[in-house]
Structure formats: C-alpha cells, structure tokens
C-alpha cells in the first residue's frame, strides 16, 4: 500500500492527504495540487499554526516576485488562505492593468489618427494636400 502525501492549492491554501497524484486535484479551485517536500508524518507532527507558517510560506514561494515583495512582511502574521487569495488578487490585478494600459494606447492612437484626419494631416504631421 502506497503512503499518505501532503498535497496543497497554491491558489486557495487548501491542502489534503492524497496516495496517488492524480487524485490530488483542489476540491474548490479544480486545480491540481502540488506535492509538499515532507512526508505524511512529519506534517501531522505540526501544530496547526506551523501547518500554516509551513503552507504560506510555500504559497509565497511559488507567486510572482511582486508578490512576494508584497507578502513578505505580513507572511508571519497572516494564514495561509488569506495570504494566497491576496496572491491570487494581485496577480489578476496585474493582468487586468496590462489589458487597461493597452486600451488607454489603442485609445491614444485612435485619437491621434482622428485629429490628424480632420486636420488633413498625413501620420508624419505633415500637412496633406487634397
């Protein structure tokens, strides 16, 4: 019979006890988990406060390094759930920033273009005869 491993969500900080890694998907984010470096035992040795020190700290290894910057005073304070759900925040934050910033250039382009159209002006600024 195969051993126990720890597996954990780094989305959500949700962790389980698994035998086989296909088994170890987040029953709340649909996500596959990842396998913790320390056998069954040993995490059931942890107090819950270290289960948590333990999990947030491999959460924040695996985020972005804004993330970590971010994270990294509060990481002693905070539980593991909320310190990958600010995880999970930012990082959705940084796509939807990317996405507005290009908008805003698209934007500025379309404009300029407008402008020059109305002013017969050609792309260089230079003045268009018609």
């Known amino acids: 019979m195969r051993e126990l491993s ?18 170890a998907v987040c029953p709340k984010c649909r996500l596959e988990m990842t396998c913790l470096d320390l056998n069954y035992q040993d995490f059931m040795d942890l107090s819950c406060e270290e289960r948590d020190e333990l999990l947030s700290a491999y959460i924040i290894m695996s985020s972005s ?13 905070n539980k593991r759930e909320i310190i990958a759900q600010m995880g999970a925040r930012i990082t959705e934050l940084e796509i939807e920033n990317e996405k507005l910033n290009k908008t805003i250039e698209w934007m500025h382009q379309t404009i300029w273009e407008m402008v020059r159209a109305s002013r017969g002006l050609t792309s260089d600024g230079k003045e268009h005869f018609k």
């Open 6 to 23: 720890v597996y954990y969500c780094a989305k959500c900080g949700y962790y389980g006890y698994y035998q086989l890694e296909r088994n």
């Open 65 to 77: 390094p804004y993330v970590k910057r971010l994270l990294e005073p509060h990481k002693t304070n």
